[in-house]
């Protein structure tokens, strides 16, 4: 059974940084793309990034200009988001998401979320 | 402003049909694969199509998705009470090198 489970959201005051991780189980990790999204309060889903399984390729959203950092560790099976210069629009809950193969057009299991709440 | 537009609200009876549009460019929806997803509050996103017209294991036929030009729809018949949630389209942005969903649209069953 495929299983994501996020870690590492909570309270960071503006300009601070937090690391969230990913643990996956049920597959093998490194023959699929892996992927942030976000759901701020109220709003709709946001894609942030997506790695592909070997890390050769890396794309974010351009919001969030180079503040964020994400990475994936397959012998740990392990996905992260480094998190930097937090701004309050960044609290949502952070979900993470597997892609089909080494592709992201869709994405068929996702996380329950951790929430990241940014605030003095 | 998202990339991908849907309407904000839909609604219908129980057992009726309802349709959910989505709305893109060539960049995005016109040259792409769609794919359809339920979120209900707290809990995870689920995958209701892909490749804009397939349905993954375990999703009932009564989902179903089309696409034409730099349109797409997500089709619900026989609407039952849990299916109240928010839906959204997704797809890769070509231009933007970029996952682009739309706003999502809220289902209530009346």
């Known amino acids: 059974e495929v299983q994501l489970v996020e870690s590492g959201g909570g309270l960071v005051k503006p300009g601070g940084s937090l690391r969230l991780s990913c643990a996956a189980s049920g597959f093998t990790f490194s023959s699929y793309s892996m992927n942030w999204v976000r759901q701020a309060p109220g709003k709709g889903l946001e894609w942030v990034s997506s790695?592909?399984?070997?890390?050769?390729?890396?794309f974010y959203a351009d919001s969030l200009k180079g503040r964020f950092t994400i990475s994936r560790d397959n012998a740990k099976n392990s996905l992260y988001l480094q998190m930097n210069s937090l701004r309050a629009e960044d609290t949502a809950v952070y979900y993470c998401?597997?892609?089909?193969?080494?592709?992201?057009?869709?994405?068929?299991?996702w996380g329950q979320g951790t929430l990241v709440t940014v605030s003095s | 402003q998202s990339v991908l537009t849907q309407p904000p609200s839909v609604s219908a009876a129980p057992g009726q049909k309802v349709t959910i549009s989505c709305s893109g460019s060539?960049?995005?929806?016109?040259?792409?694969?769609v794919s359809w997803y339920q979120h209900l509050p707290g809990t995870a996103p689920k995958l209701l199509i892909y490749d804009n017209n397939k349905r993954p294991s375990g999703i009932p036929d009564r989902f179903s998705g089309s696409k034409s030009g730099t349109s797409a729809t997500l089709g619900i018949t026989g609407l039952q009470t849990g299916d109240e949630a928010d839906y959204y389209c997704g797809t890769w942005d070509s231009s933007l090198s970029a996952v682009v969903f739309g706003g999502g649209t809220k289902l209530t069953v009346l």
């Open positions: 998401a597997r892609g089909p193969g080494n592709s992201w057009y869709y994405f068929d299991y």
């Open positions: 790695i592909s399984g070997y890390s050769n390729y890396v």
């Open positions: 060539s960049s995005n929806i016109g040259n792409n694969y």
